[in-house]
């Protein structure tokens, strides 16, 4: 029961420093601090040798290249052995010819997972849900999606949320909804009265003081 | 370990940092360059290499030890 409690106040929050950690993976002792200056997304998945784990992997390893391009490092995590790892990575190359090119954690002392609140006792007490953090370059967390055990993740969506978040920091705007990129974004909403109404004369393209956008 | 084989021979990834380090002793930054490697895994690997004696770091950048210059310059070319 206090295992449980533990795990369920430990969760992360948006805008926090991720938890630090050092962990065995398939490339060797990783820590946390190893990708400072990188973007990086941490997911978890339940289990080796599963069918819908199996194609989020391949569905992972096919938008590595697109994420390198963004500067994104990928760390894949369960609570299986490393050798597990290894021989399932093996095992996903000998039959898909799909090369899993990131580390993946072996956290069999669940480490990683409580300190990221990665188990949800209400799915499984002893796998990791599918857990995504986006991790930006100073190691601060600014995204978390939590998917159930049956449903696989949506690549397209992470990628869209790398580019949202990346133009955020750029360009200091958000992104509306269902924004790709090359749409346009949205203005921060004014803070002051004197401040709505210069917005208006600013030449965006406005439903009305609270909501501009423009074209970047 | 990553860098280095229970046989005590560099792997792959380790023998490319050795090899950008026996070129020129350098930054983490540095060696990721050099040797094609994402940054992560050389910070990683950096680490294993001087626990094994085989680099050290003198301020901001890593150089071979005289262990780490003998195993770099068995490496085949």
Redesign the interface.
């Given at each position: 029961m206090e295992e449980v409690k533990e795990q369920l106040t430990s969760l992360p929050r948006l805008g926090q420093a991720a938890p630090p950690f050092e962990a065995v993976t398939t490339?060797?002792?990783?820590?946390l601090?190893?990708?400072k200056?990188?973007w990086l997304i941490l997911f978890s998945h339940p289990a080796d040798f599963t069918p819908v784990c199996t194609t989020e992997f391949i569905a992972f390893a096919e938008i590595y290249p697109e994420l390198q391009k963004r500067g994104v490092?990928l760390l894949g995590l369960s609570v299986d052995s490393v050798s597990s790892h290894i021989a399932w990575a093996r095992n996903v190359e000998e039959k898909t010819k799909v090369k899993i090119p990131f580390p993946i954690i072996a956290d069999l002392n669940k480490e990683v997972s409580t300190a990221y609140g990665m188990i949800h006792p209400g799915q499984s007490k002893t796998e990791t849900v599918r857990c995504v953090f986006i991790i930006d370059d100073k190691q601060v967390i600014r995204t978390i999606l939590y998917y159930p055990l049956t449903t696989g993740r949506n690549m397209d969506e992470i990628l869209r949320i790398i580019d949202a978040l990346q133009t955020t920091d750029a360009n200091g705007v958000a992104t509306p909804a269902n924004w790709r990129p090359g749409d346009k974004v949205v203005i921060p909403p004014p803070n002051t009265q004197e401040m709505a109404e210069e917005r208006l004369k600013e030449g965006y393209e406005c439903v009305d003081w609270y909501l501009c956008q423009k074209k970047l | 370990m990553a860098c280095i084989s229970p046989d005590g021979k560099p792997t792959v990834s380790g023998a490319k940092m050795l090899r950008a380090l026996k070129a020129k002793a350098g930054s983490a930054e540095e060696v990721s360059q050099q040797a094609g490697l994402p940054l992560f895994r050389v910070r990683s690997g950096l680490r294993e290499l001087a626990q094994a004696g085989l680099v050290s770091l003198k301020g901001e950048k890593y150089e071979l030890s005289a262990k780490g210059s003998e195993l770099a310059d068995s490496l085949p070319a």
């Open positions: 490339q060797g002792m990783i820590k601090e190893d990708y200056g990188s490092e | -």
